[in-house]
């Protein structure tokens, strides 16, 4: 006699097939995009270190320092290693992230598939994984390499933990704890999977010692695992949460260095409480619905009442899925999922300028399919045309989440597209206007830079870092005059702007006004001495001025702080000679 798990099992290496081809197909548009100039500047393309490759140096140097405000050393390593294969070609760099994201995609198949004993509620999670739009960020975005590699070790970590479940030993546990490891190092948002393992744990594991589910013994064979208590689970993951707390004080550390971590003072507790349950309700609202997806969503003051609907709309969900926890364990696993896996990323601690993204849904979502999925199985256990409803929902589903999906990647397609789309679907973004200005300045476009970066200081006037990058288009258009009213403007927000000082240098020093390009460079070079760039321009300044012992001492202090610098090197010729002819 066939038993359902048997023939189940024949559709196995189908599911497998089918999951791969549509995550290509789904994907295939990437091969047209380009990098985008929002991060991918500074983790790859104009990254000396990255651009080199893999050597001892580089290694060492991933471990040991930042990376753009950022600790990911082994998602630094393996940008490395894709230029050092395939040089800037962004079409090879699309590709490993997308083989990554479909080996996540496989490998959430195979471990849901084996927790649980249910194919079809496991491929259809898979499937929404690989295929809904919210994933797009972490496969077209270059610099979101981190997410897929994070997601890759996350899944491994949980496959690990199965085979540790069935039988604990420390010869098991042990690759658990590597796994892990590596998926912190590529990523640290995944601090909360040992906490996603006790879930697991409590469903569909059954490890905790509890009266068993009724429904899951109707979801056919698994493996027996051992149980534990509930303290036992717990300090059985007390090694990974000590990495968890580890990287964790490191990336708060890298990160308060950076001056990306906002203070309460400038974004106060209550604001950044009511901004996160609004996007906890915005992510379910884009998983149900993906349309408008932007690459960022500027952070604006939200309503009170709809913050308090948001609040009462989760609270509400949560009383539902507690009250029914024993008899439908899945439904308070999967919320928790979602709820705790966001809150390294719900803006709590904010970092960074943006309300929500949708890249932090990436493994997030995963709990808000399992709770549809196995609901939708349960809720129809009893209908007459059970295999066909769902069959015909699910393909509805995945079919319209393709498409989105395709449609999505077409914004990505380069700078401008991506630029274009963000500014269309969200409003009063001035980060977008400010960034769109910096990528039109790069290309010569100076009018339409201008244009963007107005557009930004409309919405916020006091934003220093349009005021500055309008002042350098200025600059290099020839407006000196105007250029140098919006620097000296700029240094009475505040005096101790070592940049900007530079910048007003640079004008003074194109205009003429040495003396005035002289006290300006100097006034840099105080509040940052170890300034290669600075001390070349004052160098050249006492050149012009005739002051040539000065000029070569500025230009021999630019080449010990940096030996490689063509352009001291040139000019300390110059001054040398001008001095030996004088």
Request: glycine share 6%; hydrophobic share 45%.
């Amino acid at each position: 006699m066939t038993t359902k798990s048997t023939r189940d099992g024949k559709y196995v290496f189908l599911v497998y097939g089918v999951l791969i081809l549509a995550t290509i197909i789904a994907f295939e548009p990437f091969r047209h995009n380009e990098f985008v100039h929002f991060d991918d500047d500074q983790y790859i393309t104009e990254n000396a270190r990255v651009k080199d490759g893999i050597t001892l140096d580089s290694i060492i140097w991933a471990f040991t320092r930042p990376h753009y405000h950022m600790y990911h050393p082994l998602t630094t390593i393996s940008n490395m290693l894709d230029c050092q294969i395939f040089g800037l070609n962004p079409l090879w760099h699309h590709l490993v992230s997308l083989l990554l994201h479909i080996a996540n995609t496989v490998l959430l198949f195979r471990v849901l598939k084996r927790m649980t004993g249910s194919v079809w509620c496991s491929a259809f999670v898979a499937a929404v994984f690989a295929l809904h739009p919210l994933s797009v960020e972490s496969v077209a975005w270059a610099s979101e390499r981190k997410n897929a590699l994070s997601g890759f070790f996350w899944m491994l970590t949980i496959a690990g933990y199965i085979r540790y479940a069935e039988r604990p030993r420390i010869g098991r546990y042990l690759p658990v704890v590597l796994a892990f490891g590596l998926s912190l190092l590529a990523k640290p948002i995944v601090v909360t999977l040992p906490f996603v393992l006790l879930l697991l744990d409590y469903w569909p594991l059954g490890r905790l010692q509890l009266k068993s589910d009724p429904w899951q013994k109707a979801e056919g064979p698994k493996p027996v695992y051992q149980k534990a208590s509930a303290w036992g689970l717990i300090l059985e993951k007390v090694p990974l949460f000590i990495l968890a707390v580890i990287l964790s004080v490191i990336t708060y550390f890298v990160q308060q260095s950076g001056n990306i971590v906002v203070p309460t003072g400038t974004l106060p507790l209550n604001l950044r409480i009511a901004n996160a349950g609004i996007s906890y309700v915005r992510y379910i609202h884009k998983m149900i619905y993906p349309v408008r997806l932007a690459m960022y969503y500027p952070y604006h003051s939200q309503p009170l009442r709809l913050a308090i609907i948001c609040f009462v709309i989760l609270a509400a969900v949560s009383a539902v899925v507690i009250y029914t926890a024993r008899r439908r364990r899945y439904l308070v696993v999967g919320w928790l999922w979602y709820l705790g896996t966001l809150v390294p990323v719900i803006g709590l601690v904010q970092v960074g300028s943006q309300a929500m993204a949708d890249r932090y849904t990436y493994l997030s979502s995963i709990g808000i399919c399992i709770m549809v999925a196995f609901g939708a199985a349960e809720l129809s256990a009893k209908w007459r045309y059970r295999k066909m409803v769902l069959a015909t929902l699910a393909g509805i589903v995945l079919t319209a989440l393709l498409v989105g999906t395709r449609m999505q990647l077409l914004y990505w397609r380069n700078s401008t597209t991506m630029f274009e789309h963000t500014l269309a679907v969200t409003k009063n973004n001035y980060i977008m206007h400010k960034l769109f200005g910096d990528f039109l300045r790069e290309k010569g476009q100076s009018h339409y830079a201008l244009e963007h970066y107005d557009k930004a200081l409309q919405i916020t006037p006091h934003f220093y870092g349009a005021i500055e990058n309008k002042g350098l288009t200025l600059l290099d258009m020839g407006e000196f005059d105007k250029a140098i009213a919006i620097f000296t403007e700029l240094l009475t927000f505040r005096e101790d702007w070592p940049e900007v000082h530079d910048h007003l240098g640079v004008a003074y020093a194109r205009k003429g006004s040495l003396e005035k390009a002289e006290e300006q460079f100097k006034k840099a070079l105080q509040l940052k001495r170890d300034w290669p760039e600075v001390w070349n321009d004052l160098g050249t300044v006492y050149r012009l001025q005739g002051k040539y012992d000065l000029a070569i001492k500025c230009h021999r202090e630019a080449l010990q702080l940096r030996p490689d610098y063509q352009a001291a090197k040139y000019n300390l010729a110059i001054a040398m000679r001008l001095k030996e002819e004088r």
